[in-house]
């Protein structure tokens, strides 16, 4: 037997974060220990042709995970349209029943569960999320916290003894992708060109300071630059910046009433300009890892699903 | 000669409305009545490769207008992209004197004119227009009036004393297009069925009452069919109202302090919504119809830069 053969004989569990265009799976060990891991762009949306299943069977095969492994299941894959459909649990939603409430897949893999999604049935906000109350639950928020999680769909949740007790969700990362990749505005984009700072901050003070930015200042990013009254090089920073400060502006009027402590979830480019942004909004942010925060919660979860299997990977 | 041929020989002027995506033309008498028209597809996007000149000459010979004609040309034309860079006019912009203004093109055919557009040079609200300037001055404005002329690139205008002195542009109808073909609200839209205006005018009435809600209440429109909690078929209906009331709740803030009056520049089913919308926001509108005003304002601009053509043409 090779050293490799014998840490992946430690296996407990495989982790998978399942989104509507990513794949990444973690292979861990009992103590939450990531022994190998693989990535993907087979996302709910491009899956759903190849199967789910088979999918899944090439990426623990890829990774040389033992059979039989348990697998954990968080994302898109739960939604009507993924795999196999894991209702909604209502807000309050407990963050410590999630698990319990994962649906079992029948495959001719090991144990396969996947997790629930949390919605807000309120006909004046009705909101759902699928993965992000798994990020959530890898958090270890202890008392009343608020956490903004940015993206494609940018969540602000708010956690209340335990529980995910309110949370409204923003378009900002697919209408700055819209607007900038196919609106007149694509004219002014600056290439992946990264803006500076200030030019970023101003454009977050005029969205916290005017809440129908989006209605009012937009054609300005393309007649600006005509007029030659505006940098043409800073279109990009801008309207990242009326985005990302209207969301703030909204998401502190709707759900940060009294406090403006924050959790941040998010890495990379992306996090440090909702950090800057959060900054000058007034938040005092503390940053965890996206990525870690869902592993940590996964390999928690499954701890509670399959505690034998755990005794017998020690 | 047939008669056919005697009535063009009464042409006086073609007028041409040359947008981004489209080209109008209307072959006139010297009253101003349609002898014969063109129109088709070739806006400044696609003509840029077969040419300007190219296009215009056989629309002209299409509907047999006399060599020679003169020519009066509104729009995107005259853009710095274009076919000739026709300046843009300052604000306060006398209706009066856009023909003025207009620049001549070297070509083989007749006398060319394209006219100016208009700008705001204000840093802090940059605008432009190319061709709502003509139906403007179409409209034959006395004293002091709001005029709203809603399309992809929604305009609100503000004259006074006969001039452009104040205007606004809103992104309303490319954002509905962008959101309700390439976002995740496609999934919502019911494919140009006719939604009730009953479901419209409520959402008008959201937006005009949150001025975020271009931030808050877009991902709602998905959220509330999946949870069962609105009709899925009303989601373009929806969307519609919601940035159509976020437009005029902005533009209402924004330009119309003192009066409610508005001059409605438009037509058939978009001028049908903004109508409605207009009347729930508490303006007293009047509608005009987009193309004739333009006709007519082509008409009399012409009849001021070729004064003896129009007696040879009587």
Not at 214 to 223: M, V
Not at 277 to 282: H, K, W
Request: overall charge negative.
């Amino acid at each position: 037997m090779t050293s490799d053969e014998s840490v992946r004989r430690n296996a407990f569990c495989a982790a998978v974060d399942w989104g509507t265009t990513s794949f990444r799976l973690w292979l861990l060990d009992a103590g939450g220990a990531v022994i190998a891991q693989s990535r993907g762009t087979e996302g709910m949306e491009r899956v759903r042709e190849r199967g789910f299943e088979t999918t899944l069977a090439e990426h623990l095969d890829k990774i040389g995970a033992p059979a039989g492994t348990p697998v954990i299941i968080c994302g898109m894959a739960g939604a009507r349209q993924g795999w196999m459909e894991a209702p909604y649990r209502p807000v309050p939603a407990p963050l410590d029943e999630l698990a319990a409430h994962a649906v079992r897949v029948e495959t001719s893999l090991g144990d396969v569960r996947i997790l629930p999604g949390v919605a807000q049935i309120d006909a004046d906000a009705p909101d759902v999320m699928r993965g992000e109350e798994t990020q959530i639950a890898g958090l270890g928020v202890q008392g009343d916290t608020l956490v903004c999680l940015p993206g494609t769909h940018s969540k602000w949740v708010r956690i209340e003894e335990g529980a995910i007790a309110d949370f409204a969700t923003f378009m900002t990362g697919e209408i700055f992708d819209l607007l900038s990749r196919h609106s007149i505005l694509r004219h002014v984009m600056d290439a992946g060109e990264e803006g500076d700072e200030t030019t970023f901050l101003a454009a977050v003070r005029e969205a916290l300071a005017e809440p129908d930015v989006l209605t009012t200042k937009l054609f300005a990013l393309r007649a600006g630059p005509l007029l030659s009254l505006a940098d043409p090089a800073a279109g990009a920073t801008r309207l990242s910046g009326l985005l990302i400060g209207a969301e703030i502006g909204a998401a502190r009027r709707r759900l940060a009433a009294e406090s403006r402590k924050l959790l941040l979830v998010s890495s990379g480019r992306l996090g440090a300009l909702y950090r800057s942004a959060l900054a000058e909004a007034g938040f005092d942010v503390d940053t965890v890892d996206a990525e870690e925060t869902t592993r940590t919660a996964l390999h928690a979860m499954a701890r509670r699903l399959w505690p034998s299997a755990e005794e017998n990977a020690r």
